[in-house]
Nanobody, 121 residues
Framework: QVQLRESGGGLVQAGGSLRLSCAAS????????IGWFRQAPGKERDFVAA???????SYVDSVKGRFTISRDNAKNTVYLQMNSLKPEDTAVYYC???????????????WGQGTQVTVSS
C-alpha cells in the first residue's frame, strides 16, 4: 500500500507561482506513475499532469508551458511546479499512483487528501 500527502498549496495572485509536492510512503514508489489531478467546486476531477518511472511526462493542454512535473525517487516525492498561474487554475490538487500514464482518474489507485490552490485575479 502507498500513502500520499500533498503540500505546497496556497493563495497566490494571477501570474504567480507555486510548487506542489506529493510525498509518498510505502514500497516501490519509483515503479509507479504519479499523476496530478485537480477538482474545482461543482466540477469533475480533471487530469493535470503525470510522470512515469522513467521520467516520461504528459500534460493537459491548458497547462503546457506553464506547469512542470518532476520526481525525485530518492526522496519518494513528485513535484508540480506551477508558473503563470491563472484564476481558472483554482482547485483542490490531488496526486495519485497509477500503473500507466492516463488522464482517467479511475486508472489511478491510491490518492492523497489534496491541497487547495487559489489564484486571485
Amino acid at each position: 500500500q502507498v500513502q500520499l500527502r500533498e503540500s505546497g498549496g496556497g493563495l497566490v495572485q494571477a501570474g504567480g507561482s507555486l510548487r506542489l509536492s506529493c510525498a509518498a510512503s510505502g514500497r516501490s514508489f519509483s515503479r509507479y506513475v504519479i499523476g496530478w489531478f485537480r477538482q474545482a467546486p461543482g466540477k469533475e476531477r480533471d487530469f493535470v499532469a503525470a510522470i512515469g518511472w522513467s521520467g516520461i511526462t504528459s500534460y493537459v493542454d491548458s497547462v503546457k508551458g506553464r506547469f512542470t512535473i518532476s520526481r525525485d525517487n530518492a526522496k519518494n516525492t513528485v513535484y508540480l511546479q506551477m508558473n503563470s498561474l491563472k484564476p481558472e487554475d483554482t482547485a483542490v490538487y490531488y496526486c495519485a499512483t497509477g500503473n500507466g500514464i492516463s488522464a482517467r482518474p479511475d486508472n489511478y489507485e491510491y490518492w492523497g487528501q489534496g491541497t487547495q490552490v487559489t489564484v486571485s485575479s
